[in-house]
């Protein structure tokens, strides 16, 4: 009885060969029409690795052949447990026994334990209705500025799914005004993490920085390694100032869950060999983001008897790897202009984050020459 309410009213057959205990966990295996009931399920021992279609028998023993009745543990239910102590948010499931044992799949643990039993919920049940409806962004949904601050905004609703401590609880961003960090309290050039969390203390979604770890998959959803009342939302990174940026050159907010189509840009209008800067994307440790690049150049050296090249390329930390395509051409004709178009595209994924390596830095490099008339960069980042 919970709440007032017999829960346990799901007919089945005991054909485990063995006692059901009371509140112990069951394997339904199909069904088994028997007279005066109709279909109803056939019960087994849970095995491991089993496909965890389980059920939770009622208060009483049943002994094998004989018919229980059960509880589906998509809402919750009380379970058996003989050793260990079971504690709330852990998970917990049967391995080979009825009883649920720490650390194996079935179950999260949402109450404090006596006598041998403990209320639990089905993990399959702990995100079915889990939602995320609000994105990172710089204040007004601009896309090609900086801030001072970065704000959690609406987008789909202003909703979003979080761990209150004892049970996964879905909570309103946006009440008031927008959970917002201020660059001024973070280092410059430097990525983040960027979690949201409930405050106890104000009753209201907030959001905070982190660099110390990846995050993590807890009950099917991305936290804070070590802390689940923090949902990692996704990357963040300030310039020089600091602030946060979101600009045609520097992508430097990424979001997890909702990703968006932004524009970069850039020109390039210089002379030599030197790699030069066009577009920088903050880097991610977890998730991923793609982009596709289009460079054109019209080149002019007439001191030469090769043709120039240009080469699009990558560098990450001390990483530079050349990607696209490079032209090249021999001969001994004098040259004195040509047009160079390159691509790339390429996903981002699971690089550093923290300090002046969080970005990827997507450059050209032209060899060979003496003048670069107005080189364009246009493209498009899905982050």
């Not at 543990?73 to 003989?82: G, K």
């Not at 150049?297 to 008897?305: A, D, E, I």
Request: aromatic residues 10%; glycine residues 10%.
């Amino acid at each position: 009885m919970i709440g007032g309410e017999n829960i346990y009213k799901l007919p089945f057959q005991n054909g485990s060969g063995e006692t059901v205990p009371a509140f112990g966990v069951i394997l339904v295996s199909g069904t088994v029409t028997i007279t005066g009931y109709g279909p109803i399920l056939n019960a087994a021992k849970p095995e491991a690795g089993a496909n965890p279609a389980y059920f939770i028998n009622g208060g009483q023993d049943v002994a094998n052949g004989e018919i229980g009745y059960c509880a589906n543990p998509s809402q919750p239910v009380f379970a058996r447990f003989t050793s260990g102590t079971p504690a709330n948010g852990e998970l917990w499931g049967p391995d080979d026994s009825f009883d649920i044992q720490l650390d194996k799949e079935g179950f999260q643990i949402i109450g404090a334990p006596a006598n041998n039993r403990v209320l639990v919920v089905a993990q399959s049940a702990i995100t079915s209705n889990d939602t995320v409806g609000v994105l990172l962004s710089i204040p007004g949904y601009s896309w090609s500025t900086t801030n001072a601050n970065l704000e959690l905004l609406s987008w789909k609703s202003d909703e979003v799914v979080l761990w209150d401590g004892e049970r996964w609880v879905k909570r309103r961003a946006l009440q008031g005004t927008p959970p917002s960090i201020a660059a001024s309290g973070e280092s410059a050039d430097t990525t983040y993490n960027i979690y949201a969390f409930w405050d106890t203390t104000t009753d209201a979604v907030k959001i905070e920085t982190g660099t110390a770890a990846e995050p993590v998959i807890t009950d099917g959803i991305c936290t804070k390694s070590g802390d689940k009342t923090r949902r990692f939302m996704g990357i963040a990174r300030t310039n020089a100032t600091p602030a946060w940026e979101d600009t045609v050159t520097k992508r430097y907010i990424s979001n997890y869950y909702i990703q968006l189509k932004k524009e970069v840009i850039a020109t390039v209008n210089t002379g030599g060999t030197a790699d030069t800067d066009i577009i920088s994307v903050v880097d991610i440790d977890f998730g991923e983001w793609f982009i596709w690049l289009n460079y054109h150049s019209r080149v002019t050296n007439s001191t030469v008897t090769t043709m120039p090249t240009a080469t699009l390329k990558r560098a990450a930390a001390s990483e530079a790897i050349a990607y696209g395509l490079t032209l090249t051409e021999g001969g001994t004709d004098i040259v004195t202009a040509y047009d160079i178009g390159l691509s790339l595209s390429w996903t981002g994924q699971a690089r550093d984050v923290g300090g002046s390596s969080g970005k990827v830095d997507f450059k050209v490099t032209h060899a060979g020459l003496t003048t670069i008339q107005a080189g364009t960069f246009k493209g498009a980042v899905m982050m």
